[in-house]
């Protein structure tokens, strides 16, 4: 489209303090005081206890709780890990990845720990497929009955999107590569210190340091449906679950480096500088790096 001029890239954001819920602005407003006006002061998140990181999240998803028990009818666990997924119902986001395999989620709950997922999203009304995918996700949900309780949010929008990416305890992203622009809401999720379990696509090819602000699916493997749900139930069983229930403070660490690493850079403040530094900027073209750290850079020309 436009020939002889330098394309490059500069990484999506969210608004933090829209898509912070009250508990963790109250948390960040009591220890990086200035992180509304400046958004790199939530890099200091890193200094603030791990239990007051704990508490605030517990907070959220008690609010997340009482949202799903007063407007979906449905009462889920507080102790149990809750897993969520919402977006635009289309085809590539594949929502019904994580139920590839019934028995060895049920196993899972069953052997490992108790889990429960809530799911939202909307289809375009003339996207059939996409409605499709919702109809796998209630069949998966009856087949599971009893064992993992999945709620499914009707008329997903902002305010849930608010409540859901700050209530959850683990935010699941399975798009098909490389198909996932970016994923703003793991980006929210992170400003609330909710880890991701994410495909490496969009953001999370960036936001990912594996162990340390969430975990990714079949990176080691190819771009396979079941190698990814085997990765993704591996991932569950072998690590995520062991830490929520084994080892609570290790996994409230995970969810403060998602704040310090993820809400501190994946925010349009520093979007919007690196559209002023690197777009705008009057001598910045051809200066566009071709790779940064792992994530390659299209190599721009210089304009015509
Ligand atoms: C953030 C958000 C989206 C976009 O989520 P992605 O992860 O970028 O697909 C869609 N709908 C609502 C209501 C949102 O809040």
């Not at 602000?213 to 990176?219: L, Q």
Request: proline share 7%; net charge positive.
């Amino acid at each position: 489209m436009f020939p002889g001029y330098p394309i490059s890239a500069i990484t999506n954001g969210v608004h933090a303090v829209s898509w912070t819920a009250p508990p963790l602005r109250n948390l960040f407003d009591q220890h990086v005081a200035p992180w509304r006006r400046d958004n790199r002061y939530l890099r200091y998140a890193i200094g603030i206890p791990v239990d007051d990181v704990r508490r605030a999240h517990q907070e959220a998803k008690r609010a997340m709780l009482a949202a799903l028990k007063s407007r979906a009818g449905v009462q889920l666990d507080e102790k149990v890990l809750t897993v969520g997924f919402a977006r635009r119902a289309a085809v590539y986001k594949r929502p019904e990845l994580l139920f590839s395999d019934i028995e060895r989620l049920k196993w899972i709950a069953r052997q490992v720990g108790p889990l429960q997922i809530v799911y939202g999203g909307r289809a375009h009304p003339r996207d059939q497929e996409g409605k499709d995918t919702i109809q796998h996700v209630f069949a998966a949900a009856a087949a599971l009955k009893g064992i993992i309780p999945v709620v499914y949010v009707e008329n997903y929008d902002l305010q849930w999107g608010q409540i859901l990416t700050s209530g959850v305890d683990l935010w699941l992203n399975t798009p098909k590569p490389p198909e996932e622009a970016s994923g703003t809401s793991g980006m929210k999720a992170a400003l609330n210190g909710v880890p991701s379990l994410s495909v490496l696509d969009g953001w999370w090819i960036e936001g990912c340091i594996e162990g340390v602000t969430g975990w990714a699916i079949g990176a080691d493997a190819p771009s396979d449906p079941r190698a990814e749900a085997s990765s993704l139930y591996g991932k569950l069983d072998s690590v995520i679950l062991p830490m929520f229930y084994g080892r609570p403070n290790d996994y409230g660490k995970i969810m403060r480096f998602s704040i310090a690493l993820n809400g501190g850079f994946f925010n349009t403040q520093r979007m919007l500088s690196q559209y002023i530094s690197n777009a705008y900027s009057a001598d910045c073209w051809g200066h566009w790096p071709t790779r940064v750290g792992n994530v390659s850079v299209p190599a721009g020309d210089k304009p015509a």
